[in-house]
C-alpha cells in the first residue's frame, strides 16, 4: 500500500508477491529489503539507474532514515562505506567497473580496517562490461576486487540480483569484509519477474557514535599494525567468508547424483555465465545430464567443494568471461589435492579445449550461440551413453 508523502513506485513497498523489475531495479529493491541505510558511488553505465532512483524518491528515502545518492566521484563514495562503518550503519558503494580504479585506494585501507567496527556490513556494487558496449574498456573487475581481499559475489538469476545484496551485507558481516558484488551489462539492462519480501527500514532519531566501540589498533592501517592486518584478513576473515558461503549454500552443485560413478563431465559456472550454459543444454536437449557447479562465490572458493565436484567426474569444463580467474582458483585447488592423494586425476578445461579446439575467450564477452557451440564440442567427444 502507498504510505502518505512523496509517491513512491509501488512494486518497491511490496513485501509479499511477485513482480517485474529491471536489473538496477533488482538492486534497489534488494538494497531496502537488505534494509541498507547508506548508498554512495558515481553514475556510470550499466547502474546509472540506481542513482535514478536515489534522486527521484530522495524525499522518500530520507523521510524512512535512508541516506542515498550519488558522490563526487566513486572514491568519495568508499569513503562514505567507510565513514558509515565508523557509525556502524549498513552501507553500499555502487560503481560501473571503471569506477572500482578511482575507488580502489580507498576501499583497500577501509577492507583492511573493517573488522574494527563489529555488527555493520558494507558492499561495492560493480558494473561490469564484458562486450564494451556502453563504457571505455572491455571489464572485468574480479583480479582487482581480489587485489583490495575482498570476498566476491555473482548473482545469475533475477532472484539472485536481488536477493545477492542482502547476502553480501550477511557475508560482510559473518567475515568482517568489504564485500564485492557483480553484476553485468545484460543483468543490469535485463528484465526478471521475483519474489518479494518485506523492506526493511532504518530506525528514525538522532544516534551518538560512541568511539569506544571501535578497536583503535584494528582500524588503523599503518605500519607495523598494518602486517598483522592483512594475516588477520588471511587466517581469520577469509576462512569466515567460507563458511559462511557453505552455510547459506551459495555455492551449488545441480543435476549431480549420489551413484558412486563418475560422470565423463562436469561444468563450474557463475553469474550471467550459468544461464549461457543451462541455455545451451536446454536447446540441444540436454537438460540436467552434466552436473554443474555454480559458484554464487568466486572468491575465495571453496576448496572443499570443489575437491568434492571433482570427484565425481572425470573432466572439468570452466565456462566463465574473461580471464581464467576460475580456472586458476580450480587447477590451484585439485593440484593440491592431486599431489596430497585426497582426488584422482580430474582434466581441467576452459580457455582451451581439446584437441586444440577453440575455449571460451578471454577478449569480449560470452553469448548464448558461442556457448552453445563450445559445450555442443565437448558433448561430441563423450561416449553416447554418457550423455
Known amino acids: ?3 502518505e508523502g512523496p509517491y513512491v ?3 518497491f513497498l511490496k513485501g509479499k508477491g511477485y513482480d517485474v523489475f529491471n536489473g538496477n531495479e533488482l538492486i534497489v529493491k534488494g ?4 534494509g541498507i541505510t547508506i548508498a554512495s558511488g558515481y553514475m556510470g553505465s550499466p547502474l546509472a539507474e540506481f542513482f535514478t532512483f536515489a534522486e527521484n524518491y530522495r524525499e522518500w528515502l530520507k523521510a524512512r532514515g535512508f541516506f542515498w545518492g550519488a558522490a563526487k566521484n566513486e572514491a568519495e563514495g568508499a569513503a562514505r562505506l567507510n565513514g558509515a562503518r565508523v557509525a556502524g550503519r549498513d552501507a553500499m558503494a555502487v560503481m560501473k567497473s571503471v569506477g572500482l580504479n578511482v575507488a580502489s585506494d580507498p576501499l583497500e585501507i577501509s577492507n583492511y580496517q573493517a573488522a574494527a567496527t563489529s555488527g555493520w556490513g558494507g ?11 556502453s563504457t ?3 571489464s572485468s573487475s574480479r583480479l582487482l576486487l581480489r587485489k583490495l581481499k575482498m570476498p566476491i559475489l555473482e548473482p545469475s538469476t533475477p532472484q539472485e540480483v ?5 547476502a553480501a551485507l550477511e557475508l560482510s558481516r559473518a567475515s568482517q569484509l568489504i564485500v564485492g558484488y557483480l553484476i553485468q551489462t545484460y543483468q543490469a539492462d535485463g528484465v526478471g519477474c521475483v519474489e518479494l519480501y518485506e523492506n526493511k527500514y532504518p530506525a528514525l532519531g538522532e544516534e551518538r557514535i560512541d568511539i569506544d566501540r571501535i578497536d583503535q589498533m ?4 599503518l605500519p607495523p599494525v598494518t602486517a598483522e592486518l592483512e594475516k588477520d584478513i588471511i587466517l581469520r576473515r577469509m576462512p569466515q567468508a567460507v563458511r559462511y558461503a557453505r552455510e547459506r549454500g551459495l555455492n551449488m552443485v545441480l543435476h549431480g547424483d549420489s551413484q558412486e560413478k563418475r560422470r565423463e563431465v562436469g561444468f563450474v559456472t557463475s553469474g550471467l555465465a550459468f544461464n549461457y550454459l543451462e541455455h545451451a543444454l536446454h536447446i540441444l536437449g540436454l537438460d540436467g545430464r552434466f552436473p554443474i557447479l555454480k559458484l554464487g562465490m568466486v572468491y575465495p572458493i571453496d576448496e572443499e567443494v570443489v575437491k568434492s565436484f571433482a570427484r565425481s567426474v572425470n573432466a572439468i569444463y570452466v565456462l566463465e568471461e574473461k580471464e581464467p580467474f576460475i580456472e586458476s582458483d580450480v587447477c590451484y585447488v585439485l593440484k593440491n589435492a592431486y599431489q596430497e592423494g585426497e582426488i584422482e586425476y580430474v582434466e581441467v578445461w576452459g580457455k582451451k579445449f581439446p584437441e586444440r579446439w577453440a575455449g571460451f575467450p ?12 563450445r559445450v555442443g564440442r565437448v558433448v561430441l567427444r563423450l561416449p553416447i551413453s554418457s550423455w
Open 162 to 166: 536481488k536477493d545477492f545484496i542482502g
Open 123 to 133: 558492499i561495492v556494487v560493480v558494473g561490469d562490461d564484458p562486450h564494451a558496449s
Open 362 to 373: 578471454e577478449y569480449g564477452g560470452l553469448d548464448p550461440t558461442m556457448v552453445m557451440e
Open 136 to 138: 571505455q574498456v572491455a
Open 31 to 34: 538494497a531496502l529489503e537488505a
Open 218 to 221: 584494528k582500524g588503523t592501517s
Open 9 to 11: 513506485d509501488e512494486r
Open 1 to 3: 500500500m502507498q504510505s
